[in-house]
């Protein structure tokens, strides 16, 4: 009448379907997959906005180039070149002053969210191209 434990246990244990395992797989990939889809969504979403807000910062950026006094120090350069050679350092340093690196901040930050977004974007459609070749076996 003694038993192992392990004779116990396999008499304790309730027979599952066969397809049962099968059936739990599948939802699990269908689950995945639609979680791959969604993220690729957003990460789609996310780099078209990024873009949307890029094209309105570069005509903000243009105005604010064209207003400051940037240009008009680099227009220097090219119609009287002796003089910035002999003053090159205060050239430079009325250079670096006035130079709009806001602006430029304001240009650049909707162009790194894109690159994020994308990126992010390459890595769930790998994900999703990987997940399509993966094949689980249902056998024990």
């Not at 066969?18 to 997959?33: D, K, N, Q, S, T």
């Not at 003089?83 to 670096?96: N, P, Q």
């Not at 997940?131 to 024990?140: A, L, P």
């Amino acid at each position: 009448m003694s038993q192992t434990p392990q004779a116990i246990l396999d008499t304790l244990r309730p027979e599952l379907p066969p397809e049962l395992a099968g059936r739990i797989v599948a939802a699990v990939e269908r689950e995945a997959h639609r979680q791959i889809q969604f993220r690729t969504r957003v990460a789609t979403g996310c780099a078209f906005f990024s873009l949307a807000i890029f094209s309105v910062s570069s005509f903000i950026v243009g105005r604010s180039f064209l207003a400051s006094d940037f240009w008009q120090i680099l227009s220097l350069l090219l119609s009287d070149f002796v003089a910035v050679l002999s003053y090159s350092e205060d050239f430079f340093l009325s250079l670096a002053e006035t130079f709009p690196a806001a602006s430029i901040l304001f240009l650049l930050a909707p162009l790194f969210l894109t690159a994020v977004s994308f990126a992010y974007r390459s890595r769930y459609l790998n994900l999703s191209m990987q997940r399509g070749s993966f094949q689980f076996s249902t056998s024990r």
